[in-house]
């Protein structure tokens, strides 16, 4: 099976670890990985704004970089929500793209959900037992894609204990530019969001935006906790895994 | 009513910074009422409600005019005397004519936003007229001369010391009298003005267009003396209001109340068919039904956000939504506020008044899920978004960068040149606002740093 890899411009600049671990947990599950060099952005931030004509031109740019992927997987749930859900959209009145822009939404997946719906594989290994999680459901992919169980499933399963969280599928306040816009509400929101984060070790999620933001207001604040992307958290998990070959190939 | 929501951003920064104990009420308030209205739902097959509101209410919106007739018909066989206004002047005209035809010295209100909306209780004080909020939240912010900050909790802003302290200084309550000694002394005040008002006013949650029952939702029971003591009833509604049958009624009322309060229903519901009949012994001499448009048929009129006219005013999507939650409603500069607010003000009053307003969500989707008639709000603000570019209402320097970034992104080289630059910038660039979009970003999140290659780098050197 090959997948092709959409690191998306803020994990390729600001968390390239995402993207390392993506890469090597993919390989471990036996995926073949490309990373097509012509991909940029997916345009969401234009999008949200409202230049749809703008956003028009990123994906149009990007539908030509996935044409003839297998697979698009992405380390971001809003980056998949923008390409799956809003892509379409985008289209809704040119019926050439729109067909384009479907069959792309259909081959493209966030990757805690690839992992679990399309390779089948719900345990990566061993590799978090002891480790207190909490986990940050991105909005995007909570309410947009529905991507709910997989990212906790994983977790779980590898030994994680999933501290619950009163505000876990609350907005973190990061919303692309709304942030720049609006950037006392955002911060406010990061504050509340916070304020109620229990005692744990890791604070993850699958979205790259949330992480930086909630990682600059943590330590802006000077909390205790370390963030660290999705990707990266399972790509732990596999680590101690001495039945995990059986998945391989 | 005066609409200041161009003054979002910096209303909104200034509550924070200036009344925080505004974020610290409307937070737990708001949160209370979030997780009620999610056991209310569990209770029933919710989903299916909701869909099913969502068919009644389109289909009344696309057949509007002949159930806005079959209404007229149906009040005016009930002996309620029907008015049409087309927009506020209008409809102050028609509440001015009828208060002065009838000798008004005094009205008593029940809550109605609809009526802030159309600027009633001014123009009632400009004729001389006295009038009385009834509604406990609603007389709390009229003794402080405020809008309500929240569709169904007008005064959710408050903390109870602020109560307190209000009611100390107007009537000499201890000060640290408890919250049913307050209620008491509003009651008192609020019988008094029962009694003497010759005019009730009232907003309308439903009206249904085969009967022309006018239905009230309510805790406190003040709508129901303010509807039927006074020889005067006035209902202010709203054109997008009415409910086909009769039938209609039972699912629209819980599920409103559901969503409002998690509450099965209202603690009052009023049905009211019109003034007292000879064999009755109380009720009103005369109802008026006044039917507002005030820019609804525009809005109807809108393929892109004729949607928002669903809205049962519960206030649900003010409850789930993380922004309105951080400053409650003063801050959008406008009657209706949150979600509800930000797609609603730009149909009623226009995109440029209101242009900050769709963007003050960060498109978390909250609103859609809890919406009791499925409005799709994230949608409608994006809506509102392009409008406000086409328009050219957003900011030169924003359109460029947006601009200039989707150039940079269809060329990849760009791209790479780009992110090599941003590899050169001095260690504290970032913190020192090379980019002066970024500096309130960075200000408030400290350790914004590009990781030290970028992925695209360590996959060219080998992975
Ligand atoms: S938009 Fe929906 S949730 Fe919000 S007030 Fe209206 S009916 Fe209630």
């Known amino acids: ?249 | 009513m005066q609409v200041k929501a161009n003054d979002y951003p910096k209303e909104s920064a200034r509550l924070l910074r200036e009344e925080p104990q505004v974020r610290e009420s409307v937070t737990g308030a708001t949160l209370n009422f979030d997780r009620n209205r999610r056991a209310a739902y569990a209770e029933v097959g919710a989903e299916a409600w909701r869909d099913w509101a969502e068919r009644v209410k389109n289909h009344v919106l696309t057949h509007l005019d002949s159930y806005l007739e079959q209404a007229e018909r149906a009040l005016i066989a009930n002996g309620v005397q029907v008015h049409w206004a087309e927009d506020a002047e209008q409809a102050q005209r028609i509440v001015a004519e009828v208060a002065r035809a009838a000798g008004v010295k005094k009205v008593v209100k029940a809550k109605s936003m609809l009526s802030e909306e159309l600027g009633i209780n001014p123009m009632l004080s400009s004729m001389g007229i006295e009038t009385l909020e009834t509604d406990l939240g609603e007389y709390i912010i009229q003794l402080l001369d405020q809008p309500p900050s929240h569709i169904v909790g007008p005064a959710i802003h408050l903390g109870l010391e602020q109560i307190r302290a209000l009611f100390h200084q107007r009537f000499g309550t201890p000060p640290d009298a408890t919250p049913d000694a307050l209620a008491g002394v509003a009651r008192k005040l609020l019988r008094e003005g029962f009694l003497q008002a010759d005019m009730g006013i009232s907003g309308g949650n439903f009206l249904v267009a085969e009967t022309g029952t006018l239905a009230l939702i309510e805790n406190e029971g003040n709508i129901r003396l303010s509807t039927s003591v006074p020889r005067i009833h006035l209902a202010l509604v709203g054109i997008e209001k009415l409910l086909p049958r009769f039938s209609d009624l039972a699912v629209f009322l819980s599920l409103t109340a559901r969503a409002a309060t998690g509450q099965r229903l209202g603690t009052f519901v009023s049905l009211l068919h019109g003034p007292r009949q000879a064999s009755e012994p109380d009720g009103p001499e005369a109802v008026h039904v006044v039917f507002v448009d005030n820019g609804r048929s525009a809005v109807l009129a809108d393929p892109e956000a004729w949607e928002t006219l669903r809205c049962v005013r519960c206030g649900a999507c003010l409850n789930a939504c993380p922004v309105y939650r951080q400053t409650g409603g003063h801050a959008y500069g406008y009657v209706y506020s949150g979600p509800i607010g930000a797609v609603l003000a730009p149909g009623l009053v226009g995109l440029e008044e209101t242009q900050p307003l769709p963007y003050a969500s960060s498109l978390c989707g909250a609103c859609y899920e809890v919406c009791p008639v499925k409005i799709p709000i994230p949608k409608l603000l994006l809506a509102w978004r392009q409008r406000a570019v086409e328009e050219n209402l957003t900011p030169r320097l924003e359109k460029a960068a947006i601009q200039g970034y989707a150039w940079a992104m269809t060329q990849p080289w760009a791209y790479r040149l780009a992110a090599k630059a941003l590899r050169l910038l001095p260690e504290k660039a970032l913190d020192n606002t090379v980019v002066p979009v970024l500096k309130a970003w960075v200000e408030g999140r400290a350790g914004l740093k590009p990781s030290p290659k970028s992925f695209r780098e360590l996959w060219e050197e080998g992975l």
């Not at chain 1, 037992?129 to 977790?155: F, M, N, S, V, W």
């Open chain 1, 1 to 249: 099976m090959r997948v092709a890899l959409f690191v998306t411009c803020l994990a390729d600049q600001f968390l390239a670890e995402a993207g390392v671990a993506a890469v090597k947990l993919l390989r471990h599950l036996g995926v073949e990985v490309e990373f097509p060099p012509a991909q940029t952005c997916c345009g969401q931030p234009a999008y949200n704004a409202g230049y749809w004509n703008e956003a028009r031109q990123m994906a149009a740019h990007t539908l030509g970089v996935f044409e003839d992927a297998e697979y698009v997987v992405l380390p971001s749930g809003s980056c998949t929500a923008m390409v799956r859900s809003f892509y379409p959209e985008l289209y809704r009145d040119m019926p050439r793209k729109f067909s384009k822009a479907e069959a792309l939404s259909r081959k493209t997946y966030e990757l805690a959900e690839f992992i679990v719906k399309v390779l089948g594989v719900s345990t990566l290994g061993l590799g978090l037992e002891g480790q207190r999680i909490a986990y940050h459901h991105g909005c995007h992919a909570l309410r947009e894609l529905g991507i709910k169980d997989e990212p906790l499933t994983l977790l779980a399963n590898a030994g994680a204990s999933l501290v619950p969280w009163e505000a876990a599928i609350e907005c973190c306040g990061f919303g692309g530019l709304f942030s720049v816009k609006l950037p006392e509400v955002s911060l406010s929101m990061a504050d509340r969001k916070l304020s109620t984060l229990p005692e744990v070790d890791v604070l993850t999620s699958a979205d790259g935006g949330c992480l930086l933001h909630l990682s600059g207001r943590i330590a802006h604040r000077r909390l205790n906790v370390a963030v660290k992307p999705l990707a990266s958290v399972l790509w732990e998990a596999a680590q101690k895994t001495p039945e995990v070959d059986a998945h391989a190939g």
